[in-house]
């Protein structure tokens, strides 16, 4: 059985890149924001609004409780699930993890450009930006860090994670 989890913050790329491996391996691709989504019929933008951040952070972990049934597969994470419930645990209990680790102004810069709605960030200037992603990945990195592997930006490929996980099985 193979699961990789992608844990790391907002824009630094986790669901693009687990769509690619998850298909390179032939499992299938699960991410939580939108597996959220489509359990509660809500958007996460409507989530934050209509019951505020800390239910959402139950409901992350009830999703991430449900997956102890599921076979292999490539996980997504959402930026937060991993700080909050001693969900990084769960999430190295359940699989191989991989923190793709990326710096403030990369991740301001992309997030910045991004299509995707985020409540945490919505709005804000690129100033403030980087202010608060500077501010909240010194608060979080200590869970990411926690990962099986740290990748850098030059091996955040489909290709290095396989080999990774193909490495593990010898
Ligand atoms: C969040 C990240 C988002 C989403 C929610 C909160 C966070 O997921 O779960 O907006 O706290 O970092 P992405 O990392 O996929 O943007």
């Known amino acids: ?34 597996e959220i989504e489509k359990g509660v019929l809500m958007s996460v933008g409507e989530i934050f609004g209509a019951f505020g951040e800390s239910r959402f952070r139950e409901i992350e972990t009830e999703f991430l409780d449900t997956l102890n049934e599921e076979g292999s597969f490539v996980l997504a994470t959402g930026g937060g699930m991993p700080c909050f419930h001693r969900n990084m645990d769960k999430l190295n209990a359940l699989g191989t993890t991989f923190y793709l680790e990326r710096s403030p102004k990369e991740l301001a810069n992309r997030l910045f450009n991004a299509k995707t709605k ?14 608060f992603i500077e501010d909240k990945l010194a608060e979080r990195e200590e869970a990411y860090k926690q990962a099986n592997f740290v990748l850098s930006r030059e091996e955040q490929t489909p290709a290095q994670i396989e080999e990774f996980m193909e490495l593990l099985k010898k």
């Open 118 to 131: 985020r409540p945490l960030i919505d709005g804000l200037s690129e100033s403030d930006l980087l202010r």
């Open 1 to 34: 059985m193979d699961r990789v989890i992608l844990v790391g913050f907002m824009g630094c790329g986790k669901s693009t890149l687990g769509k690619k491996l998850a298909n390179r391996m032939g499992i299938p691709f699960l991410d939580s924001d939108a």
